[in-house]
Structure formats: C-alpha cells, structure tokens
C-alpha cells in the first residue's frame, strides 16, 4: 500500500462502545493482525495500519459505527487489549490513546524499547514530534485528542492520531509511517483523512521550507515582540498570490448513520456473498455441522478475508463491510452476536492451526477472498436493502445486540423504534 492513501470526512459521534462489543472487537481485532502477519509479516501490517481507508474498513468489519470518528478510538483501543498478551510472540506493541492514554505515550515506548532492546527515548522523542506537528505545524483547525503509536520490534512503526473541530461536528484523522519517511517536516504524512476546510497552514509540508527558515529569521532579527507588530501590520490584507494546493485523492464519510445503497459498492457485496456460498459448503464443511453456524458466518468470513488480503482499491466504500457484524447504533442492523462468536472461533482456530504448520483453514480463508475477485464481474443479488431488511427480520435468531438491548422475537419487536 501506497504511503499516501488519501483523506475523508469523519462526523463525530458521541457514546461509547459497551463492554460486550468491546471485548469481541479486542478478539476479533487481534486475530485479524495475527493472520495478516502470518500472511504478509508486520510491516504489510504496519502499512495497511497507515491506509485510512483500510483503517475505516477494519473497524466496521468489527462491528463499530462505519462512517464515525469513533472507529479510531475503538480499533485503537481494541488492538491495545487484544495484542497485549501477544506483543512478545508477534512483535508488535500498540501505545498511547485517547486523552490521558495519549499522554502517557512516550513513557509506554520507553518501556517497550528497554523490554525488547531498541531506543525507546528516541520513538518517545518522536511521539512528542510527530504530535506537535499535526497540533502545531498543520494548522487545520482540528485540536489533537488521540495519538495512538503502534511499534515492531525492530523499530518499525505507524502512528494514527485524530483531531476535532467542536463547531463543526467533524474529526480528521492523521497517519504516519516510518517506511520510507525521510523527514518529519517535508510532507511526512502517509495521510491525513479529513474535510478540506479551506486553505491551511501546513508547516510539515516541503514547499514551506522557505517560511520555516524565514521565521526563524525573524525570530532571531526582531524577537516575538517585533513579530507581533508586523503581524498586526499584516492582519486584514489579503493573503499572497497562489495556486491551490494538489489535493490528494479523499473519501468523503456522509453525516447519516444509516447504510444506504450509494454507500456501498454492490458488485463487490455480491461478490463476497456469492463466493461464499460457492467455496462456504467446500472450504468449510466442517464447520457447516455445527450446530447454529451456517450460511451467515461464511458470508461474514468472505468480508474478514477481504480485510486480511484486500488490496488498497477495494477499500472504498467503508460500508460494505458493516454487513459483516452490523454496528453498535444499529445500523446497518444490530451485532449479530452468535455470527460474530462463530467468526471469532473459525479466525482463532485458522491462525493456531496454521502456527502448527497446518494451514488448510488459512488456505480456505484465502481463497474464499480469490474467489470473491474472480466473480466480481458477474455476480449479482438482492439490492442491499433487502439485504439489510433480511438480517433485521433475523436479527434475534442471530443474538442481535446493540446499546439498546438485546432484539425481540420479530412477531414482538413492532412496539421498539426502530430509528436511533
């Protein structure tokens, strides 16, 4: 994946991720990575952490609100929890949070660096500058309240913090990526996600070399007081002369919550479904006698295995992935729960066979993606509010949960709104 991925608009969503959909997004998350890095090796998984549209698919794919601000404070968390007990074996440590978590990020990069010997002060050094640049030098509008600072063993690493602009409702999300990265103040971001709001003042990008080395200059030629008198000078005339900026490619996240068919790309969702129901009875025939998994769980695991082999294009419309577990809020349905335990347990028993050297349910999971590709141009389905109306009318056989409760029988769930 390209170290530039583009940007999108992420509303803000207020509430908090209830303690039964946290802890499968810890699980699920974790077994996700471990299959990447079993697959591709922790720096594939470093650079689809810095894609932001990879990013957005991995937390719907788990069952968070696909389109909110909230999914980086959720898939950071999540891979916080869940890749804890399993930083030594896989090499890969994820620091720093949300608030005060984001604070105490340098002090956690100091430990790991003395745990697995490389320099920790110097990532806490650059914690410290990668976070006063995107507060400081890309002056956007956006105040940081996130910096989450994932490291590899070999001191490797990506860095994912957020931004929010109160007044209007909307988040910006920051990636960094030390592959490739050749200095923190000429355009070092692998991508900003976010509104473009107007014309910004970016310090970090290479065509201000200039402006930087002219403050400095004035700094040292008339001090802050002089500068305050030549900016009251300024203030009020008319910005230089000059072209836009190149703006790089965005994808624009709408202010609904709901899932709506312009918000998916449904050759793809076809795809998905019709591959699983051609490799599902093959690939997974065993699992298919178990008694409560079926059809449902495949079609789920078509979706996770296009986060673990995807490639970068087919990230483009975060949405699509929702119909895997549904979201907290809702939409597109609520969590199907009983799908979600069986996707956990097929994920888990794929990634501990395969370190056994038997890489049979791997292999199923990697064809089933294979497959999805190869049918893209010629399968089709129900349009996706059937698909959506479906999974509501089954919700509670699937164990559908949300921050509402848990879903009725259909024949009673009439009486509860149905719009949040």
Not at 176 to 188: Q, R
Not at 396 to 407: A, Q, T
């Amino acid at each position: 994946m390209g170290r530039r991925a583009g940007s999108a608009d992420l509303p803000l969503h207020g509430g908090r991720v209830p303690a039964w959909l946290g802890q499968r997004m810890a699980r699920l998350g974790a077994v996700i990575v471990e299959a990447i890095i079993l697959e591709y090796g922790r720096d594939e998984l470093l650079r689809r952490l810095a894609h932001p549209f990879w990013f957005q698919s991995f937390g719907a794919v788990m069952g968070m609100d696909w389109h909110s601000s909230g999914i980086t404070t959720s898939v950071i968390g999540a891979l916080k929890r869940g890749l804890a007990p399993l930083s030594g074996e896989l090499g890969i440590h994820v620091c720093g949070g949300r608030g005060r978590h984001s604070r105490a990020t340098p002090g956690e990069l100091v430990t790991v660096g003395d745990r697995v010997g490389i320099d920790g002060s110097a990532l806490a050094l650059t914690s410290r500058l990668v976070a006063k640049i995107d507060s400081a030098a890309v002056q956007d509008g956006f105040d940081l309240y996130l910096h989450g600072f994932i490291v590899s063993d070999d001191g490797r690493w990506v860095v994912v913090q957020q931004g929010m602009n109160g007044d209007r409702r909307q988040a910006r999300r920051y990636h960094w990526l030390s592959e490739g990265l050749e200095s923190f103040v000429d355009a070092p971001h692998a991508a900003i996600e976010g509104r473009q709001q107007g014309r910004i003042v970016n310090l970090a990008d290479r065509r201000a070399a200039e402006s930087r080395g002219r403050q400095l200059e004035l700094l040292g030629d008339i001090g802050p007081t002089g500068i305050a008198r030549e900016f009251a000078r300024l203030e009020g005339k008319a910005a230089s002369a000059g072209g836009p900026e190149p703006l790089l490619p965005h994808l624009i996240l709408p202010d609904h919550h709901d899932v709506r068919p312009e918000d998916i790309v449904d050759r793809r969702l076809h795809a998905a479904f019709a591959a699983a129901a051609d490799r599902g009875p093959e690939d997974f025939a065993q699992l298919l006698l178990v008694p409560g998994v079926g059809a449902r769980t495949v079609r789920a695991l078509a979706l996770v295995a296009e986060v673990v082999h995807g490639a970068p294009c087919r990230f483009s419309d975060p949405a699509r992935f929702s119909l895997a577990h549904g979201g907290k809020d809702r939409h597109p349905y609520p969590v199907p729960t009983k799908v979600y335990d069986h996707t956990i347990t097929v994920m888990k028993s794929a990634v501990v066979r395969a370190k056994l050297g038997h890489e049979e349910e791997l292999a199923a999971l990697r064809r089933l993606d294979a497959q999805a590709r190869r049918l893209e141009a010629t399968a089709s389905g129900p349009a996706v509010e059937a698909i959506i109306a479906e999974e509501n009318s089954r919700s509670h056989e699937y164990g559908g949960r949300s921050v509402f409760g848990w879903e009725p029988p259909c024949d009673a769930g009439t009486a509860r709104g149905r719009s949040t």
